[in-house]
């Protein structure tokens, strides 16, 4: 072999290897963030679960709101009656019944009004979850990205070494590199089936 | 030896006393008071004078009872009415005068009423002589309660023109605006006691469900006869089967086809276009023609469609264009062109089947509708099989929807537009182009039953328009009447603060301020609703209501255990169940009665009858009170002892404040009273023995001038053997016609009399009521006796004669009169004067347009009433001059006593008005 042919072997082969190299790192930096996103995934996802524990808190402050809301219509129905009586009105007829119902239903519309909004409250919270398990969603897309994207690195870098070897190498004379620039080419041509494809640094 | 001691007495005004307060000689009422006060008042200056007698006015149907009304309504002149209620009629005195039908007939005018004499105080009567009756005025209405009956209003449209209809009626303008909204009990809860109804307006029927009729169900056993006349309140059985208003909304309300068989136009077989047989048609040779047909109920309409024969496919073969015009009309046309055009088209194609014309008018309501048709070719026939006018009539299924509890009707096609409907009357249109709406109700409606058919089922007239809904769906929101025949019906009643106030038992009910007839409570918190409630006595006493009366600012009410004050808390602002505290301020009790206004205050009867209090309404600068004060204090006896019983008390305001009260015994008792003044004098006025004469009522109204006021007393006599009763005006106080020469002409002081004035006469007749009766005769100012000193006797004609002509005379029964002086209680040198012997010879009578009358000194030991001077018997020519001033009586023939007493008595017809009296008393010492 002569020295221009090892040197331009050598040339090739410090190409190939520079191909390699620089594949490598790239699909480090995306397992990387792949991570990163895994992570916010997982956070998300928990910030969604917590969202959507505040709608049942929403419901437990409604409930909440709603029996305080019925002490107090119980305490100024009492109170009523108490008042009626001192004023020497029988509070189960007539105009003194019908305000006490008027207070009654009064009452029980602020308790239909703080259960809607505890439903309302709910809601909302089911919404934000829903949307930070979108986000999350969007987070483990962006993982499997990053992971594609990694994968994607190290093929890059082998086939841009396989293809400095094979613009080095010029017209191999032997089957074992016809077999490899053949078998390159089909990894370059994305050629399902590839061993390539299944390979792991 | 003899002491001489002069007295004065010169004020009478405690009138008579009780026999128990004779002894006190230290009290100030014991100087002013008398032993006996018969057929005189006290004056308000502290003289005693003469009763005035009675003119008799009406001859009621004996052997009922009766009670009297005062009525004034809002017109000028004479204005005031007694109106007389007894034996199923109303009868009417206007001033002093009955009022008669006209005509010339002198029958008096007579309204009938339900009342029994039971009702009445009558036989059967809970308490006897005590009228359950009740009344309250305004305007030209007389409000009627009465336990047992459904309340009565008696309305004057003329003198002669009254109407009597049950308070509750059809209302004359729809409610909210008007009309009569009857107060409701609490609203049923079960949801299993549900009531339909046959219709929303009109007479309709009730049908209740199985549950309704429980024995524990919220109207125990459902429907009863009781119910008859009873206001029910229906609301909406649900409000998911009226769409809720919403902007922007295009309706087209459901129509209906109008159609009768009256027709129109010239076509023959007409019914053909009416019978939705398309192979069936009317058909007209003619160029132009007309059908269509008259409603019996007027309808709107919103488009016709005509159609032609079925298979035939034109309306004429040969000729097109035809043209085509709807008419409409309220009443039948004249002719095709007598109408009103509604739409107009026209058909080109011979291929065309029919043609649809929209009326520009879909609001208006007509009774005739018609196509005119025009443009056959001469000799062709038209055939028409279908003409179908589609409109709006009164059973048409009505297009809804609801605002603010209000519903309301789409009555065209159109949008709903931007502005709910508010109205609450009548029709308004949303926009242009937009929907009329028709206000239809307001969530609720009220029902009067009119039959109870069984336990589930009644007939009722619509009071106010009912909802639609319940007519789908029966309604479980239903609030029974708070008044009927099976709960009862209110029997208190009062205007206060422009209210009509209703008492039954405990339970009360206020009407809208400002109404007569509305209980409706839209809003309980509102001062604006009506006010229904119990009363609870904080003491556990029955709080019944027998009496209600008011001042300008607060409602007072009598129970038999309290007195009520029915104010607000803040008693300046308007009563609303909010504020209003009803509270009881006393706890003397009263008798069912009606209290007398009086003095600020009210004069009432005590439960026992035996007393007479005047309840003095008053603010403390903190809250209204009552304030008793016994009026009968220093008359225990002469109410209950002497009358058995009080009954009734009617105020004479002018001129000398006495309050009248009649007894159970037929007393009639008088109560001089002005607290002011601390004039508070009894006085009693015994009827006329021979006739077994007593008082069974009074009413007291404005003279006609307003001068005074009209006492009537509803009396009954025993005349010619059977009993008789009578209403008599009791006439004015004497003055005479000339102060300077004070006469006797025109005095009147005979009971159940009438008065002649005319031409000289001997024979005065006219006088049947008083047939067999020994009468006094008071002629051209003179007592007149019979030349033997007897009375004349009315014969069986009604007649009496006189032996000298009158012009001027007043014949009735003899009113006689005592002012007995209590005992003359003096302390000389040796003291008290008490039991040592003593007479007055002589005294001096301070006297005031006095004539007649007669003097006794010590009567009981058998001192001889003396005449104080001749009555001017036989003086005919001129009238008996009166004297005032001092009269000092001839020597008396007078017996010892351990005390003197004086007594003055008359029974002739003179008037006299003692002001003092001044004994002359000689006491025989001892020693």
């Not at chain 2, 002093?96 to 339900?114: D, E, F, K, L, R």
């Not at chain 2, 016994?630 to 305001?653: F, K, N």
């Given at each position: 072999m002569d020295p221009l042919t090892i040197l331009a072997l050598g040339s090739t082969a410090l190409t190939s290897i520079g191909k390699l190299a620089s594949g490598f790192g790239g699909s480090s930096i995306a397992k990387l963030q792949e991570g990163i996103a895994n992570q916010n995934t997982a956070l998300l996802n928990q910030k969604a679960s917590d969202e959507a524990a505040e709608g049942k808190l929403s419901f437990d402050q409604s409930a909440l709101d709603q029996s305080r809301t019925m002490l107090q219509v119980n305490r100024t129905l009492g109170a009523e009656t108490g008042s009626f009586t001192a004023r020497n009105l029988d509070p189960s007829y007539g105009s003194p019944l019908l305000l006490e119902g008027?207070?009654?239903?009064?009452?029980?519309?602020?308790?239909?009004?703080?259960?809607?909004?505890?439903?309302?409250?709910?809601?909302?919270?089911?919404?934000?979850?829903?949307?930070?398990?979108?986000?999350?969603?969007?987070?483990?897309?962006?993982?499997?990205?990053?992971?594609?994207?990694?994968?994607?690195?190290?093929?890059?870098?082998?086939?841009?070494?396989?293809?400095a070897l094979l613009n080095g190498l010029g017209n191999p004379k032997n089957g074992v590199w016809s077999n490899l620039t053949a078998a390159a080419k089909a990894i370059g041509q994305g050629v399902p089936g590839s061993s390539m494809f299944t390979w792991s640094p | 030896m003899a002491v001489n001691v002069e007295v004065a007495k010169t004020a009478f005004s405690a009138g008579e006393v009780s026999p128990a307060l004779r002894a006190r000689s230290d009290l100030s009422k014991q100087q002013g008071g008398l032993w006996f006060l018969e057929n005189?008042?006290?004056?308000?200056?502290?003289?005693?004078?003469?009763?005035?007698g009675t003119q008799m006015v009406l001859q009621l149907t004996p052997g009922h009872a009766y009670v009297g009304i005062p009525f004034r309504f809002a017109g000028s002149g004479s204005n005031a009415y007694a109106?007389?209620?007894?034996?199923?009629?109303?009868?009417?005195?206007?001033?002093?005068?009955?009022?008669?039908?006209?005509?010339?007939?002198?029958?008096?005018?007579?309204?009938?009423?339900?009342?029994t004499d039971a009702d009445l105080g009558g036989a059967g009567a809970t308490t006897p002589g005590v009228s359950n009756l009740r009344y309250a005025v305004s305007g030209n209405v007389v409000y009627l309660f009465c336990d047992g009956y459904q309340p009565q209003t008696l309305t004057r449209e003329a003198d002669n023109s009254w109407v009597l209809t049950p308070y509750i009626t059809q209302p004359a303008v729809p409610a909210p605006q008007g009309g009569c909204l009857a107060p409701v009990a609490n609203e049923n809860i079960d949801p299993l006691e549900t009531i339909g109804i046959s219709a929303t307006q009109g007479s309709i029927t009730l049908t209740a469900s199985a549950a309704f009729a429980g024995a524990a169900a919220t109207v125990p056993n459902g429907f009863q006869a009781g119910h008859v006349g009873s206001v029910w309140r229906l609301d909406e059985s649900s409000l998911t089967l009226t769409p809720e208003w919403t902007a922007d909304e295009t309706i087209s309300p459901s129509t209906t086809r109008l159609s009768s068989s009256t027709y129109l136009g010239g076509m023959s077989s007409p019914a053909n276009v009416f019978d939705g047989n398309f192979a069936t048609y009317a058909s007209q040779t003619a160029a132009s023609g007309w059908v269509g047909c008259t409603l019996a109920t007027p309808a709107s309409i919103f488009n016709v469609t005509v159609n032609c024969p079925s298979g035939a496919g034109y309306?004429?073969?040969?000729?097109?264009?035809?043209?085509?015009?709807?008419?409409?009309?309220?009443?039948?046309?004249?002719?095709?062109?007598?109408?009103?055009?509604?739409?107009?088209?026209?058909?080109?194609?011979?291929?065309?089947?029919?043609?649809?014309?929209?009326?520009?008018?879909?609001?208006?309501?007509?009774?005739?509708?018609?196509?005119?048709?025009?443009?056959?070719?001469?000799g062709n026939t038209i055939s028409i099989?279908?003409?179908?006018?589609?409109?709006?009539?009164?059973?048409?299924?009505?297009?809804?929807?609801?605002?603010?509890?209000?519903?309301?009707?789409?009555?065209?096609?159109?949008?709903?537009?931007?502005?709910?409907?508010?109205?609450?009357?009548?029709?308004?249109?949303?926009?242009?182009?937009?929907?009329?709406?028709?206000?239809?109700?307001?969530?609720?409606?009220?029902?009067?039953?009119?039959?109870?058919?069984n336990s589930t089922t009644a007939t009722a007239t619509v009071l106010e328009r009912l909802p639609d809904s319940i007519a789908a769906q029966p309604t479980a929101n239903w609030w029974p009447s708070a008044w009927d025949g099976v709960q009862g019906w209110p029997d208190r009643c009062f205007i206060f603060q422009n209210s009509l106030w209703a008492f039954l038992k405990n339970r009360f009910w206020r009407t809208q301020p400002g109404t007569f007839n509305n209980w409706d409570i839209p809003d309980p918190t509102s001062a604006q609703s009506g006010i229904e409630g119990g009363?609870?006595?904080?003491?556990?006493?029955?709080?019944?209501?027998?009496?209600?009366?008011?001042?300008?600012?607060?409602?007072?009410?009598?129970?038999?255990?309290?007195?009520?004050?029915?104010?607000?808390?803040?008693?300046?602002?308007a009563l609303s169940v909010e504020n209003l505290d009803p509270y009881p301020s006393r706890q003397t009790g009263s008798a069912v009665h009606i209290p007398a206004a009086a003095e600020g205050g009210l004069v009432t009867i005590n439960r026992a009858r035996d007393r007479a209090m005047l309840m003095s309404l008053s603010f403390n600068g903190v809250m209204?009170?009552?304030?008793?004060?016994?009026?009968?204090?220093?008359?225990?006896?002469?109410?209950?002892?002497?009358?058995?019983?009080?009954?009734?008390?009617?105020?004479?305001?002018?001129?000398?404040?006495?309050?009248?009260?009649?007894c159970a015994n037929g007393l009639l008792v008088g109560n001089t009273l002005m607290k002011e003044q601390q004039i508070n004098g009894w006085h009693r006025h015994p009827q006329h023995a021979a006739t077994d004469s007593g008082v069974n009522g009074i009413v007291t109204i404005p003279s006609s001038d307003e001068g005074v006021s009209w006492t009537y007393l509803l009396t009954t006599r025993t005349i010619n053997g059977a009993q008789a009763q009578f209403v008599e005006l009791m006439q004015p106080f004497f003055q005479p016609a000339d102060t300077d020469a004070p006469t006797a002409a025109g005095a009147w002081f005979l009971d159940c009399a009438l008065q002649y004035s005319g031409a000289p006469v001997t024979t005065l007749g006219g006088l049947n009521h008083l047939i067999g009766q020994s009468v006094g005769v008071h002629a051209d100012g003179c007592t007149y006796l019979n030349p033997d000193g007897s009375l004349p006797v009315v014969n069986a004609s009604g007649e009496i004669t006189l032996s000298r002509p009158t012009q001027n005379a007043v014949v009735g029964l003899p009113k006689p009169y005592r002012a007995r002086l209590l005992p003359l209680d003096l302390t000389t040198q040796k003291g008290s004067t008490v039991g040592k012997k003593q007479k007055a010879n002589h005294l001096f009578l301070r006297v005031m347009y006095a004539a007649g009358g007669m003097i006794a000194v010590n009567p009981d030991e058998g001192g001889i009433a003396e005449p104080l001077e001749e009555p001017g018997v036989m003086t005919y020519g001129a009238p008996v001059p009166l004297r005032t001033?001092?009269?000092?009586?001839?020597?008396?023939?007078?017996?010892?006593?351990?005390?003197?007493?004086?007594?003055?008595?008359?029974?002739?017809?003179?008037?006299?008005?003692?002001?003092?009296?001044?004994?002359?008393?000689?006491?025989?010492?001892?020693?």
């Open positions: 008027f207070s009654a239903s009064q009452g029980a519309m602020d308790m239909a009004l703080i259960g809607a909004k505890g439903e309302m409250g709910n809601a909302d919270a089911l919404l934000t979850a829903a949307g930070t398990r979108a986000q999350a969603a969007s987070s483990a897309g962006q993982a499997a990205g990053f992971g594609a994207q990694a994968s994607s690195d190290v093929f890059t870098g082998i086939v841009g070494a396989g293809t | 005189m008042v006290v004056l308000l200056e502290g003289g005693v004078t003469r009763a005035p109106i007389i209620i007894g034996n199923g009629v109303a009868q009417f005195i206007l001033g002093n005068s009955v009022v008669v039908i006209g005509g010339g007939n002198n029958n008096p005018y007579t309204v009938a009423v339900p009342y309306f004429v073969l040969q000729a097109y264009p035809i043209s085509f015009v709807l008419y409409a009309k309220k009443g039948s046309p004249a002719n095709q062109t007598d109408g009103i055009v509604l739409a107009s088209g026209s058909i080109t194609d011979g291929t065309v089947q029919s043609i649809t014309l929209t009326s520009n008018d879909q609001l208006t309501q007509f009774t005739s509708f018609w196509i005119v048709w025009a443009g056959v070719l001469g099989a279908e003409v179908n006018f589609e409109g709006l009539a009164s059973t048409t299924a009505a297009t809804l929807r609801r605002w603010n509890g209000n519903v309301y009707q789409a009555l065209n096609s159109g949008t709903s537009g931007a502005n709910p409907p508010v109205h609450t009357s009548g029709q308004v249109l949303s926009g242009i182009g937009g929907i009329q709406w028709l206000y239809r109700n307001r969530g609720y409606g009220f029902v009067q039953i009119t039959a109870v058919t009363l609870i006595s904080p003491i556990g006493a029955l709080p019944w209501v027998e009496w209600p009366m008011a001042n300008t600012s607060f409602l007072a009410i009598g129970t038999r255990d309290e007195e009520w004050v029915f104010a607000g808390q803040d008693p300046f602002s209204p009170q009552i304030e008793p004060q016994e009026l009968t204090i220093s008359a225990r006896h002469i109410l209950g002892p002497e009358g058995g019983g009080a009954l009734g008390v009617s105020r004479q305001q002018d001129p000398n404040c006495i309050n009248w009260f009649w001033g001092i009269i000092r009586t001839p020597g008396l023939d007078v017996p010892h006593a351990d005390q003197t007493i004086v007594e003055l008595t008359g029974d002739d017809t003179m008037p006299f008005t003692l002001l003092g009296v001044d004994p002359d008393v000689i006491i025989s010492e001892d020693d």
